[in-house]
């Protein structure tokens, strides 16, 4: 009879959910484990959707979400619901990704409950905690409690260590995102928006970042018109974030053009499949710095830090600010310089091979059972 360790697994945001799921699902396969899911609903109809693609039932869920929260409600109602549900499980070892306030907080509850945290993409850092918002402080202080560290990359294990984190408690893994395509990405994909999209170079738009609101993301999407203005062999889709700032913005600075589509937010398996349809992306996300690499497509990044630099070490991603006319610029160089183009494009993807899901479960089974 094998003594089963309980991990307790807690996300609350669809970019969690894309990278906790093969997680969980390799968690599953292992005799050795008792794994319970619970979400914190800081995300709930983009949430539910990840779930379902990949077949993933919550035990719990927090059902936070309300309208117009604020990072206060979040925090307070986290904190609140997660303390029953780590007092009635009394896991092992809790496992919590990123960045999000569902981590943070969580990490915390478990601080003041004695729980073991286990960090997945742990060490990824900007070093400015106002950039991203409120992304870095609360990835920087998950790493002061937790106690397995799942770093995605030897750049990641760095920092940690920088920062004094015993080196036997960090494993370098790679990143999950990269296995979950093995759910997502489907050889046969079709769909409408790719159809009208054919015969042109696409261009994935994704804009959402709090520290952009206002101004910033005014001038990023004045210079993406430009480019579209311009380049009539070019068409654009932007699954556009639910946030009503953003979205009125883009319906102000990107009309016009018939271009240009904005289209509700696609759930992972279409997001994924429209990303390898492209030519390009322009963002100010965190993911898909990750995901776009790993089929080949260049990035360019909207923001004023990146806490992932291996991408623009290694080739893929250029980090271009929100200066209209830096972000013109390099969008229009990359659509006339074949050359820039291409070395973007087949430049080495630094955040994995598919394995992470299977590396952290083989970590967890030699730790936890060791203990």
Same mark, same amino acid.
């Given at each position: ?21 093969? +997680? ?47 990072? =206060? ?39 003041? +409950? ?8 742990? !060490? ?8 991203? =918002? ?13 106690? =397995? ?5 030897? +750049? &990641? ?159 893929? +991603? ?28 087949? &430049?080495?993807?630094?955040? !994995?091979? !598919?394995? &992470? ?15």
């Amino acid at each position: 009879m094998i003594n089963k360790k309980k991990i307790l697994t807690v996300f609350g945001t669809r970019p969690e959910a894309i990278k906790m799921c093969p +997680l969980v699902l390799e968690l599953k396969e292992r005799e050795k484990f008792d794994v319970v899911v619970c979400v914190s609903g800081q995300h709930k109809e983009m949430l539910e959707s990840v779930l379902k693609v990949f077949g993933v039932v919550p035990n719990y869920d927090l059902e936070i979400m309300k309208e117009k929260q604020t990072l =206060f409600d979040v925090t307070i109602n986290i904190l609140d619901k997660i303390k029953e549900v780590l007092e009635k499980e009394k896991p092992d070892v809790v496992l919590v990704h990123g960045d999000t306030s569902t981590t943070f907080v969580t990490s915390l509850a478990c601080f003041y +409950l004695g729980i073991p945290v286990g960090h997945v993409e742990a !060490g990824l850092r900007t070093y400015n905690i106002h950039s991203p =918002f409120p992304e870095e402080f609360n990835r920087q202080a998950v790493s002061i409690v937790s106690k =397995f560290n799942f770093a995605p990359t030897k +750049l &990641a294990r760095q920092n940690l260590i920088n920062e004094g984190k015993p080196s036997d408690t960090i494993f370098i893994t790679g990143n999950t995102v990269i296995d979950a395509f093995k759910t997502t990405i489907v050889s046969n994909y079709q769909h409408p928006q790719l159809e009208w999209a054919k015969d042109s170079r696409l261009i994935i738009i994704t804009a959402h970042r709090r520290e952009n609101l206002g101004e910033p993301m005014v001038h990023m999407f004045r210079a993406i018109k430009r480019i579209m203005d311009e380049f009539h062999d070019v068409k654009a889709i932007y699954p556009i974030h639910m946030n009503p700032t953003v979205r009125s913005i883009a319906n102000t600075e990107l009309a016009g053009n018939d271009r240009i589509r904005i289209i509700e937010p696609l759930d992972v398996v279409d997001f994924h499949n429209f990303i390898n349809a492209s030519h390009l992306i322009i963002t100010d996300s965190g993911g898909i710095q990750e995901e776009a690499p790993s089929l080949g497509k260049p990035v360019l990044v909207m923001r004023d830090t990146t806490e992932r630099p291996e991408g623009i070490e290694a080739g893929t +991603l250029m980090l271009v600010g929100t200066d209209e006319e830096t972000i013109y610029e390099s969008f229009k160089e990359l659509l006339t310089n074949e050359d820039t183009y291409e070395k973007m494009a087949r &430049a080495n993807n630094p955040y !994995g091979d !598919g394995h &992470a899901s299977e590396r952290i479960a083989n970590i967890l089974e030699e730790e936890l059972f060791s203990l």
